[in-house]
């Protein structure tokens, strides 16, 4: 035998095992693709969306899938129940090469189109807006690019323009990781009656990582330009630079974290507020009770309850952690809310935290209060404290008015006398911040009204006074 012919099979062999991984991998890479396009549906799944129909149809070198989703939206009270639908239509490629990509720039690639109603918003000859690439180890990045759009007002529905969206989310193998970049212009819509809303420069940056409880913690940025609304009959709501900042993160087996609120302003029927700024704090809460939580609202989503229930269900799932969350003393603050209004400048501060306090003390005021610390304070213009007052007072007032009447008395007509109800308004709130001034409850600085209170052993302290909550509630 020649010295050649053992080399020429291991080549032999060596050249069928490429062929045979080669023409395996497509497979592998398409079962690997199929798991990531279900464990997307069964995500959004456990976030409220109910599937309506999913097919999935895998071939060798490819594959086709089309997913419909109802999402359940609030609706009026007495009213039937409305959803949202939409489809999502994808075609998978798992092949080395295709006529579209070329070349694959991963193992597999994924375009999406999304449906609203089942119907194409975008032409369907373009670019598939959303692509997915997923590498050999499970890990991936989306990649969103949205066309502009146009469409004008017809057959009752209203005029859009949509100035397009691009983003990325890249998510590591098992989705324990993720990164979020997104980015949409402007969306306008106007009715034909002259009513409309413009949203525009919205943007979200995210990141977040599991945590050994299964919790994705990190942090996240989102941004609105502008918020426009404007009703058919005037007035209207336009809001500028709305911003909220969020972190959270694990200490221990506590998570803790932080979230910021901000706007430039608020304008709406003439009056303008703002900027504004709140920042809050939360911390000690644990996160085997919140992974608990998660869980249990993940199930009730999958349960595909009605509206009205899903509240109470929501309900059951937090009363059956709140022993454990009350155990850890959590503890809330808001470090700073400060609003400026046409009357003056609203500021103010507040930490709570429980010490000790178990849930089966809940019922027991005294107990609560004795285990309850706190500090807080706020400043306001008297001004505008009067105008919440006076408002409270004339709420009050046509209450009365109303009690007093016979049993199927009709109201009078026209009501009563407007300025007479203003002038009793007013009385009652200079009453009543008199009497918070008196007993020193609020105190006066120049145009403001201002107070400082702390809670502790079930004592509360206002501006250096100090009153026992206990016999202030038996006297009440």
Same mark, same amino acid.
């Given at each position: ?323 454990? /969350? *009350?155990? !850890?003393?959590? +503890?809330?603050?808001?470090?700073? &809310? =400060?609003? $400026? ?31 309850? /610390? *706190?500090? !807080?304070?706020? +400043?306001?213009?008297?001004?505008? &404290? =009067?105008? $919440? ?31 007479? /109800? ?46 026992? /909550? ?7």
């Amino acid at each position: 035998m020649s010295r050649s012919a053992p080399v020429k099979k291991i080549i032999l062999i060596l050249f069928v095992l490429a062929a045979l991984i080669l023409l395996a991998a497509p497979a592998v890479v398409g079962m690997q693709a199929e798991a990531h396009y279900q464990a997307l549906v069964a995500g959004l799944e456990k976030n409220g969306f109910r599937v309506v129909r999913n097919h999935y149809r895998r071939g060798w070198l490819g594959a086709s899938a089309e997913t419909e989703f109802e999402l359940a939206v609030p609706a009026d009270a007495g009213a039937p129940p409305k959803t949202l639908g939409f489809v999502l239509r994808n075609r998978i490629t798992h092949a080395p090469y295709s006529r579209e990509h070329g070349v694959l720039p991963a193992l597999a690639v994924i375009d999406t189109r999304l449906l609203p109603g089942g119907e194409p918003l975008f032409p369907a000859d373009g670019p598939a807006p959303i692509q997915t690439r997923i590498g050999l180890d499970g890990a991936g990045r989306i990649l969103i690019d949205f066309p502009e759009l146009e469409q004008p007002a017809r057959n009752g529905e209203p005029a859009i323009r949509f100035g397009g969206a691009k983003g990325t989310a890249a998510f590591s193998p098992g989705h324990d990781e993720l990164t979020i970049d997104f980015r949409l212009p402007f969306l306008r819509i106007r009715e034909q009656g002259g009513a409309g809303a413009e949203i525009s420069a919205i943007s979200l940056d995210a990141r977040a990582g599991r945590t050994a409880a299964g919790l994705m913690l990190g942090s996240s940025r989102f941004g609105i330009g502008r918020i426009l609304v404007r009703p058919g009959g005037g007035g209207g709501l336009d809001i500028g630079n709305l911003l909220i900042e969020a972190e959270t993160s694990a200490a221990g087996e506590m998570v803790e974290g932080r979230v910021s609120y901000a706007l430039d302003s608020v304008r709406t029927d003439g009056a303008g507020f703002g900027p504004m700024v709140l920042d809050a704090r939360f911390g000690n809460l644990p996160a085997a009770a919140l992974a608990a939580i998660r869980q249990g609202v993940e199930e009730i989503n999958s349960r595909r309850l009605p509206p009205d229930q899903q509240g109470m269900a929501l309900f059951g799932v937090v009363m059956s952690n709140a022993a454990a /969350l *009350l155990a !850890a003393d959590p +503890r809330l603050s808001v470090d700073r &809310l =400060r609003l $400026v209004t046409p009357e003056g400048v609203i500021e103010g501060w507040i930490e709570l935290q429980t010490e000790g306090l178990q849930w089966a003390e809940i019922s027991n005021p005294s107990t609560v209060l004795s285990k309850l /610390l *706190l500090d !807080a304070g706020l +400043r306001m213009p008297e001004k505008l &404290l =009067r105008q $919440v007052f006076e408002q409270q007072a004339r709420r009050m007032l046509m209450a009365q008015a109303a009690r007093q009447r016979m049993p199927g008395e009709q109201a009078p007509e026209p009501g009563p006398d407007p300025e007479r /109800l203003r002038a009793q308004a007013s009385m009652v709130a200079a009453q009543q911040i008199d009497s918070l001034l008196t007993q020193e409850i609020l105190v006066r600085d120049g145009t403001a009204v201002e107070t400082a209170a702390s809670l502790r052993d079930g004592l509360l302290t206002v501006n250096g006074k100090t009153i026992p /909550l206990p016999m202030m509630v038996q006297s009440q």
